[in-house]
């Protein structure tokens, strides 16, 4: 049995709490508070105390899928990026690029939300971006 903690940084919002991650034999089981870390000294609220749940669930996505004929199927990156590029561009050039908005999650690092915000911007053009953690 291999067991070990892991420190690292809750995955949920931006406030950066400590965590510790159990792992056993290369499978996170569990979280424990990073009591030394100065954010948030050894406290989590409810979703830092679940933030392992997600990782192993079964009904999480691991694959791209594309909606043809009202099913949905695994595609390559490359196809799944190209077409949905392909299909914001016909929305843009159609209704103006205020037809497109964009939510992200606080499941993702200030950094990637950043990112997502430069991207609504300029490369499509709207400023139509939302936060679910501000619903």
């Known amino acids: 049995m291999d067991y070990k903690l892991v420190p690292s ?10 965590i510790l991650y159990k792992v ?12 030394s870390h100065p954010v948030n000294e050894g406290k989590l609220c409810i979703k830092g105390w679940n933030a392992h749940a997600y990782v192993h669930h079964p009904l999480r996505l691991k694959a791209p899928l594309l909606k043809t004929e009202g099913r949905f199927h695994k595609v390559s990156w490359d196809r799944a990026i190209r077409t949905t590029a392909d299909r914001l561009g016909d929305i843009r050039e159609k209704h103006g690029p205020d037809a497109i908005g964009v939510l ?5 690092t200030n950094e990637e939300n950043f990112l997502a915000q430069k ?12 936060h679910c953690a501000r619903l």
């Not at 940084?9 to 400590?18: D, E, I, K, R, S």
């Open 119 to 130: 991207f609504a911007r300029t490369a499509l053009g709207t400023n139509n971006i939302d």
């Open 9 to 18: 940084v809750c995955p949920y919002c931006g406030t950066g709490c400590g």
């Open 24 to 35: 056993l034999n290369d499978r996170i089981t569990g979280v424990l508070p990073l009591k």
């Open 104 to 108: 992200v999650s606080a499941k993702i």
